[in-house]
Nanobody
Framework: QVQLVESGGGLVQPGGSLRLSCAAS????????MGWYRQAPGKQRELVAT???????EFADSVKGRFTISRDNAKNTVYLQMNSLKPEDTAVYYC??????????????WGQGTQVTVSS
């Protein structure tokens, strides 16, 4: 069973920065993609950023130029650096990892979520 543990959320003022971490219980080389999603109250969960095993990235239009995604393979950890935060970035942020088994079954794993609140 794969576990993803997020950390780094909290309360920050508009314009501030936070770095979220997602530590995986197994080598992140086993995932073909890892990423971050978020869900604000009353809204659907949405993609924030993804990073593939081939180092390709994808970002939501709303965070382009402000957020970056990176990984530390030795620590089995993926990071989301969030700069120039806005109140509309307030949400629960979830780490996601995707894996394909040898029998070609796709697996989706989720962390428990970490709250990010941007407010003055």
């Amino acid at each position: 069973q794969v576990q993803l543990v997020e950390s780094g959320g909290g309360l920050v003022q508009p314009g501030g920065s936070l770095r979220l971490s997602c530590a995986a219980s197994r080598s992140i080389f086993s995932f073909y993609a890892m990423g971050w999603y978020r869900q604000a109250p009353g809204k659907q969960r949405e993609l924030v950023a993804t990073l593939t095993s081939g180092s390709m990235t994808e970002f939501a239009d709303s965070v382009k130029g402000r957020f970056t995604i990176s990984r530390d393979n030795a620590k089995n950890t993926v990071y989301l650096q969030m700069n120039s935060l806005k109140p509309e970035d307030t949400a629960v942020y979830y780490c996601n990892a995707k894996r394909v088994s040898v029998s070609n079954l796709e697996y989706d794993y989720w962390g428990q979520g970490t709250q990010v609140t941007v407010s003055s």
